[in-house]
């Protein structure tokens, strides 16, 4: 799910704000900042004869929106380093409590969450808190910033009620200093339904997703992008709930809409592609969704380039879709493509990484290559746990592949411990009526 980033591009471009965004499939991008021109300072006297160009020295803040443009296009690693950098100079010029310095700070967590580090990107949200509530204040825009933004955090890691009161703080406070029908307050109230939603508290996040979606067609207009946003978040929300023909005519005006005025690649665009072709899918309409993905792959790796983090879920969306039509022999090499993809970029033990081996081996196991399914099961699980955690959705994923494996090749004692490890995780970090943790009962229930 997202948050309003489209409206806040335009509201919200100052320092210190760093409003991080939740894409949808498992992808955040912080659009914030604009770039200024970098400053020339001349160093030592003037000469009469010009020795060449005068080096260029730019300011923390300087380097901080070369780092935000180096994110926006997809350079994360890239951008990782300047922030580092940019974060070092501003903690010995300017000081560890100025408001340029904690900007820096947020962004660089910001990135970080992106790039899958929730453990630093955590403790600095943690830190960048905890100095904007006694030098600007509890209630302050920024601090609210920051609490929206570790909420971010603990929802990715599935701590869904700390993530909650977190994002409930802020969205009360924004109510009372920016007004109710602010872009900020909006935001951080969807970021509430988002994580209610995740809790499958569905009754209680439909209204909030309702509230925010009328207040942007209100303020907006109902072809704003934000108002778009919105009611994609609302679509996703009727999606899990199984209201197939509520979520799809919503997804398809939201496509249609942005292909007409932002234009067919744009990022946004192949978002509401991306999630159509999702809603396809559950629908059981595979070789649409097939025929979707392959547009919206398409169009993301000309746009996004092939090794951004939202061209590979689209490419792992895909790998299900093809797993899901029969198509397994294209699935397997598409599966491959994609984990070495993520292993060149992002390494071998990150997240996403992983849950792509998972993805592979739900492949492997459909073709019957048993042995390297289960090698990739086995080293996803215990990557996950490690950087995630036992009860992790991602993590119950993997495991549930593993143990269906058990169960089709018979071993039935591996399969039933298994189930049980599942349903134990399930219980631990999902709600009762949640659809996974059903699934993982009912999958405990015909082993017994």
Known sequence: MATLRDLLNQLKGGKGTGWAALGGGAVFLVMLGLLIGAAWLL???????????????????????????????????????VFREAL????QTLGGEHVDTLAIMNNLANLLHERGNDAEAE????????????????????????????????????????AEAMYRRAWEGMKRTDGPEAISTLNALNNLANVLSDEAEYAAAEPL???????????????NPATLSGQGNLANLLLRKGDYLGARPIYERCLEIRERTQGAEHPETLLALNNLAACKSEMGNHSEAESLYR?????????????????????????????????????????????????????????????????????LTDKGNHAEAAALYDRAYQGLVKARGASHPSTLNVLYGRALL????????????????????????????????????????SMK
Do not use: W
């Not at 509530?133 to 603990?154: C, F, H, K, Q, W």
């Not at 995780?425 to 405990?444: C, D």
């Open 123 to 162: 403790t600095l949200h943690r830190e960048c808190l905890a100095v904007r509530e006694r030098v600007e204040g509890r209630d302050a825009p920024n601090t609210m910033a920051s609490i929206n933004n570790l909420a971010l955090i603990l929802h990715s890691k599935n701590e869904l009620a700390g």
């Open 406 to 445: 058990f169960k089709k090749e018979r071993q039935i004692p591996q399969a039933r411990r298994m189930a049980a490890d599942l349903v134990y995780g399930a219980r631990t970090s999902l709600p009762k009526n949640h659809p996974e943790r059903i699934k993982y009962e009912q999958l405990q229930a």
């Open 295 to 363: 547009r919206c792959l398409t169009s993301r790796q000309k746009v996004l380039g092939p090794e951004h983090r939202e061209t590979l879920v689209t490419l792992d969306n895909l790998v299900q879709a093809l797993e899901k039509g029969g198509k397994l022999d294209e699935a397997e090499r598409m599966g491959r493509e994609s984990l070495a993809i993520h292993e060149r970029v992002l390494g071998k033990d990150d997240p996403f990484t992983l849950t792509s081996e998972g993805t592979l081996a739900d492949v």
């Open 209 to 223: 997703y309702r509230q925010v979606v009328t207040a942007l067609e209100k303020n907006y207009g109902p072809e």
């Open 43 to 81: 160093m030592g006297p003037q000469r009469a004869t010009p020795t060449g160009p005068p080096p260029v020295v730019l300011t923390p803040s300087q380097m901080d929106d070369e780092a935000l443009a180096l994110q926006t296009k997809g350079d994360l690693a890239g951008a990782e380093k």
């Open 88 to 91: 070092a100079k501003a903690g």
